[in-house]
């Protein structure tokens, strides 16, 4: 079984400071991980992906990720956050062995940059 | 708009109804997938569509819930004689040729059971 956890249900950070979305997750095999956005009113929107390699990864809006394989983490963050980033932010993981396309969403947590 | 089309976008239906929710993916991908969402949860995976192949169902898929895609294009998703525990946002999204790749949402359907 496959399952993703997003300890925090809100992260409030003051605009222009770092900011830090925790995920750890749980496979039986090797991950591959994804964070998605929604902003009010839209669908989810990809921001970036860990399929393997490099355990940085960059992503859309000046956002990036850290693949943590001791931890089971894949924290996404941000250097200088802006009031712009404000949205419901999912962590998501697949499993890589299996064949299987099914991929498990955490609850989501809330952004909120304050001006 | 070359997205991901969902439609309706609002369904208020009255228990024990049959509804249909119609799902537009982008044209080029060939991986299609349906997810619900209730509030406070991130989306739980219901079923997808390799073309018009359906290869993977939740066990959330109770017998009332059947979805199909029959070219390999647009997909249906019918929930037959509704539950209140139906209510939730269905969403729909799309990718190409395996999820590991991007997958694009569209903008849901909320279904409201009374």
């Known amino acids: 079984a496959q399952s993703v956890a997003q300890p925090e249900d809100q992260v409030n950070v003051a605009e222009g400071n770092p900011l830090t979305v925790k995920c750890t997750y749980s496979v039986s095999g090797n991950p591959y991980l994804f964070w998605y956005v929604q902003y009010p009113n839209r669908g989810l929107q990809f921001l970036l992906k860990?399929?393997?390699?490099?355990?940085l990864v960059k992503g859309s809006y000046g956002f990036e990720a850290e693949f943590n394989k001791s931890q089971t983490s894949f924290h996404l963050k941000k250097p200088s956050a802006l009031v712009s980033d404000s949205a419901l932010y999912f962590c998501a993981v697949r499993d890589a062995s299996g064949g299987y396309q099914k991929v498990t969403f955490g609850t989501g947590t809330k952004l909120q940059v304050i001006p | 708009d070359t997205g991901v089309s969902q439609d309706p976008r609002h369904k208020i239906t009255k228990r024990g109804q049959n509804v249909t929710f119609r799902c537009d993916p982008i044209s080029e991908h060939n991986r299609l997938y349906w997810y619900r969402q209730t509030l406070g949860q991130g989306p739980e995976f219901l079923t997808y569509f390799q073309n018009e192949a359906q290869l993977e169902k939740s066990r959330l898929l109770s017998d009332r819930f059947s979805a199909e895609r029959p070219k390999g294009s647009f997909s249906t998703l019918e929930i037959q004689r509704t539950e209140q525990g139906d209510s939730a946002m269905y969403l729909c999204?799309?990718?190409?040729?395996?999820?590991?790749?991007?997958?694009?949402f569209g903008p849901g359907t909320r279904l409201t059971v009374l």
């Open positions: 999204a799309s990718s190409f040729r395996d999820s590991i790749n991007e997958q694009f």
């Open positions: 860990y399929i393997t390699g490099d355990n």
